[in-house]
């Protein structure tokens, strides 16, 4: 390594895998001194070559940390395993395990409790993208404020830090968010594509191109969306009002039906509009639906 790592954060990483191993390489790379642990010790071999400390076990990673002990593991049942019977006191916990926003609220509780810090991430990024600022990956963060401006430049060595509030379930609460979105968006292309698919003459990849730009000039629906529902307005800025889509979907319908494509990847959300223009909503957009979910 090249860095000079005596005034870089020390930082405890527990658990190995794909997304851990990144961290990892980019703490490594960004000069900060790391001890590792993993429940396999094979797969800490190359990262000692780096540089790395391996610890034999989470306790005992865990009492030799002076900086942020970062817990990247399986499941919430991992952590629980992993943090069990550890005297936590006085550690900044940072979990970046994948979980639902009442177990980062939980465990923010119990690791409390045992007299530590705790922050709860959500990560945006896949492995390839950690330690590649250009790919615009990041991590949500939330929790103990202070603590995460503590250790704030240790925390975007490997990506972007985005602070979403001191309700420890937030940053969980804003990556599921992000990706139910993305899932409906994969569901939306999976239905175009297979519109197409029975086209013998029809150029798949000249159509992605023209499915990406029009997905992405329709992103911005997002704001429209947040203005009314932050103003109560649904009808503010409204240009395609809901009736007039409600109706447009039988055109959609017919022609899935025409190219024998099942649409059920699209009939709940239209269900969902035909309910709100029968409630009497027809002039709205979008954002009347919202509430539809959350009532159902």
Request: charged share 20%; glycine share 10%; aromatic share 4%.
């Amino acid at each position: 390594m090249d860095h000079d790592t005596s005034s870089r954060t020390p930082v405890t990483l527990l658990g190995l895998g794909d997304m851990g191993t990144a961290l990892a390489h980019a703490w490594l790379a960004a000069g900060h001194p790391l001890t590792v642990w993993n429940r396999t010790p094979a797969k800490a071999a190359a990262l000692t070559r780096e540089g790395a400390r391996t610890a034999t076990t989470p306790a005992g990673a865990i009492a030799s940390a002076t900086g942020p002990v970062v817990l990247c593991l399986l499941d919430d049942t991992s952590v629980a395993e992993v943090l069990d019977g550890v005297d936590l006191s006085g550690k900044d916990i940072v979990n970046l395990t994948t979980s639902t926003p009442e177990q980062a609220r939980e465990l923010a509780r119990r690791t409390e409790e045992r007299g530590a810090r705790f922050l709860d991430g959500g990560i945006m990024a896949v492995p390839p993208m950690i330690g590649r600022p250009e790919t615009g990956g990041y991590v949500f963060y939330s929790g103990d404020q202070a603590l995460f401006e503590r250790h704030r430049a240790t925390l975007e060595a490997p990506a972007g830090a985005k602070f979403t509030g001191n309700d420890p379930g937030h940053a969980a609460l804003h990556d599921v968010a992000l990706l139910s979105a993305m899932t409906g968006m994969f569901a939306g292309i999976a239905h175009a594509f297979a519109l197409v698919d029975g086209e013998k003459d029809l150029d798949r990849t000249a159509f992605a191109a023209l499915l990406t730009d029009w997905l992405r000039a329709m992103a911005g629906s997002a704001q429209t969306m947040a203005a009314q529902l932050e103003s109560g307005d649904y009808t503010e800025g409204v240009v395609s009002n809901l009736a007039m889509m409600a109706a447009a979907n039988d055109t959609l319908l017919g022609t899935a039906a025409g190219q024998s494509v099942d649409p059920r990847l699209l009939t709940p959300y239209m269900d969902l509009m035909r309910r709100r223009v029968a409630q009497g909503h027809g002039d709205e957009g979008l954002a009347g639906t919202v509430g539809l979910l959350r009532s159902a």
